[in-house]
Structures are given as C-alpha cells and as structure tokens.
C-alpha cells in the first residue's frame, strides 16, 4: 500500500518527478491515460504499479489519470506518453514537461463505501461524489462501484432527488425566452425505437419550442445520437445548439458535447459496459438533462416488453410515479406514456438503418414501417397538448 507524502515532502518530490510528455495518439474516450515505462526511475521510486491512479500537474492545469506500463523502447524512461483525454486536459504541446506524484486521498470514496453497505446518502455526500465523478478523479473501476452500489441498493426519492440536483450543478444551464420549452424522452431498452426525430420534426412546424438533447447507445444497439449522427452533425455546442434552435424551433444534439449534466454521460459510459441502468440512476439521467437544457414540460416514453428495459406494467407504473414526483421537485411538468415495448420498432436495427426508417416516416413514402410512424404520432401528439398546441384528444 502507498501512502501519500508529507505536505512538506511532497513539493519536493514533485521537482524531481518531471518527465517530457509525448502524444501517443490514443483514444481512451473520456478517461485519462499516463503511459510510462516499467523500468522508469519515478515508477521505482514511488512504487507505481499498472493501474495506479496518478496526479498530472502541467503549469496550472492538473487530472488524476490511470497509469499502464509499457516494457518496449516505445518510450524512453524520461518519457510519458499521453492518450488523447489526458493531452486535451492538461492543454499540452509536445515535449513539454508534466509533474506526476500520487493523487490526495478521494474522501468520497468513504461514501460510495457506505452506499455499498446499505446506508442512506444525504445530499452533500451525493454532491461530493458527482462533483469528484466530474472533475475525472474515479477511475472506471471506482465509478463501476458506485454505479453497482446505487443498483444492488436502490436510491430512494430523496436521494434520486439529490442526485439529480447534482448532476444538474456540475454542468451548464440553459434559458430560453420561449414559453414552454418541450421535451420527450424514452427510457430506453427497444432498438429501433427512433422516434425522436421525428417528433421534433412535427412539434417545431407546430410553433413549439424543443431543444433535445440525445445520448448514444447504452441498453440497445443505437441511442438518438447515433442514428441522427448519420443525417447530421450532433456535437455541436451550447452555441450553436442555441443557434439551430432559435432558427427552427428544435434541434437534436448529443448530451456529451454540451456540458448539461456532464456527470451523466461519464456514468452512461460505464453502465453500457455493465448493462447496468438502476431505476433512480436513471430518473437522475432523465431530468438532469430535462432541467439543465431549460424545459418547462417533457413526455416520457416506457416501453414494456420481456426484454425491454421495464419488463412489467406495474414496474412501469412505479417508474412513471416516480418521474412524475421527482420531476415535480424541479417544477417541471412532466406526462408518461407507457407503450408497447414487446418487439423491435422499424425494420432497421442500428444508427444507418434506423435513420433510414426515420427518413421513410418523415418523407411519407409507402413503405414506411407503420410502427414507428403511429409510435411518434402518439407521442408527439400528447406533447402538443401538453405545450398547450392541441386539446385534450
């Protein structure tokens, strides 16, 4: 076990742990990666080992990021080599120097612990952990700990609430000067269930305002994001997202290139990997988006379906129950639809495919796949009365 040095150690084992760092060219998405050679005199001196999470300081920026060693002449031993995640954070040039030491203890570690044992998390410790989640300080084993804490032992309404509230004040806020702001969201679970572009489409000719954020895959083959990633560009920025929206009514963009809710597309990442989506993570997920992209009111889709995502109409009613109260904490007005969620939508399945189903409904063309077409119609139905578009019916 390492222990962190003494504060007055410490600055000067800082001067001596200096290495020239080198972009490797590596995506490792959104985790930070220090490449560093086995035989290196810092890795002997401090006793890093594979898999050691390790503090980057270069000038004023700093990350904490997971160390791999390499036993090749890839490096030279005063060498680092740096992924993509870790160069774009610190703001690198090549062959400038980084200062690596061990990392301050991570407190909030102790929470997510408590979590695993069974103990209620207040509000603060909920902020603590999403705000050190934001600022890249858990690894991705760390984060499958939280992540399997909060399913193995579920959230409850104050602590979905606290969490959702958390997510929303890591992260950027919108405000619009249009009254209402509309959303719809499907909890997910049905591939080929692409009818987000479509009720976009349908609700901005119809004078309402809907500025959706989408996120990629995590429980079907293709998220929103994807599929409309063939048609268009979805990483655009608060900026121009504002722009698309003030111009049409509407836009489609994906969560993770604006920073509403930044926490929820780190946790998304690892939950695909876990197949892992537990109820209060995933009303957090919802709203946070909902709240931080300035909507007043929102639709929310549950499929049921043997293996969709909610496999029980009941369990559909509590989940419903529950995005409408968490929802109403935020003062924002919130309806459920609970829909069909027994087979596939479409007759593609993946971003291509699906997106050639979306085009077929939105160019009425004949052989259209009916499903989708009557699944976006209602939904985008109810969300125009709602907005107050359409009367009830």
Not at 124 to 138: C, F, L, P, R, V
């Amino acid at each position: 076990m390492t222990t962190t040095p003494a504060p007055e150690n410490a600055s000067a084992a800082r001067r001596h742990n200096v290495l020239n760092a080198r972009r490797l060219g590596i995506n490792t998405q959104h985790e930070a990666v220090i490449f560093m050679r086995e035989d290196c005199h810092i890795c002997r001196a401090e006793g890093f080992v594979a898999h050691t999470r390790i503090r980057l300081d270069h000038g004023e920026n700093s990350i904490i990021a997971t160390l791999y060693q390499v036993r090749s002449n890839l490096l030279h031993r005063n060498e680092a080599g740096l992924s993509e995640a870790a160069w774009h954070r610190l703001k690198m040039t090549d062959g400038a120097e980084i200062t690596v030491s061990h990392p301050a203890p991570l407190e909030s570690l102790s929470m997510v612990r408590s979590k695993v044992y069974g103990h209620h998390l207040d509000s603060e410790a909920i902020a603590t952990i999403i705000t050190d989640i934001t600022s890249g300080h858990y690894s991705d084993i760390q984060l499958s700990s939280f992540i399997t804490a909060c399913s193995a032992r579920p959230l409850d309404r104050d602590e979905t609430t606290s969490l959702t509230r958390a997510m929303i004040d890591v992260g950027d806020r919108l405000s619009w000067d249009a009254h209402p702001v509309v959303d719809k969201h499907c909890v997910g679970g049905l591939p080929g269930n692409r009818t987000t572009p479509i009720i976009v489409s349908i609700v901005a000719a119809c004078g309402l305002t809907m500025p959706k954020t989408s996120s990629r895959a995590i429980t079907s083959p293709s998220g929103t994001a994807d599929t409309m990633e063939v048609l268009a560009p979805v990483d655009l920025d608060l900026a121009s997202m504002r722009r698309v929206v003030e111009r049409e009514g509407g836009c489609i963009v994906w969560g993770g290139a604006v920073h509403l809710s930044p926490a929820d597309d780190v946790l998304i990442r690892v939950e695909r990997a876990l197949d892992l989506d537990s109820e209060g993570q995933l009303i957090a997920s919802v709203l946070s988006k909902k709240v931080a992209a300035g909507s007043s009111h929102v639709v929310l889709d549950i499929p049921v379906g043997p293996t969709a995502k909610v496999r029980s109409t009941e369990a559909a009613r509590s989940l419903a129950r529950e995005l409408i109260e968490v929802a109403r904490a935020f003062d924002l007005q919130a309806k459920t639809v609970i829909s069909d969620g027994a087979q596939p939508v479409g007759r593609g399945i993946g971003p291509a495919l699906e997106a050639h189903d979306v085009l077929a409904v939105l160019e009425n063309t004949p052989h259209a796949p009916q499903d989708l077409r009557e699944r976006a119609l209602v939904l985008a139905g109810t969300l125009l009365e709602l907005g107050g578009k359409a009367k009830p019916g």
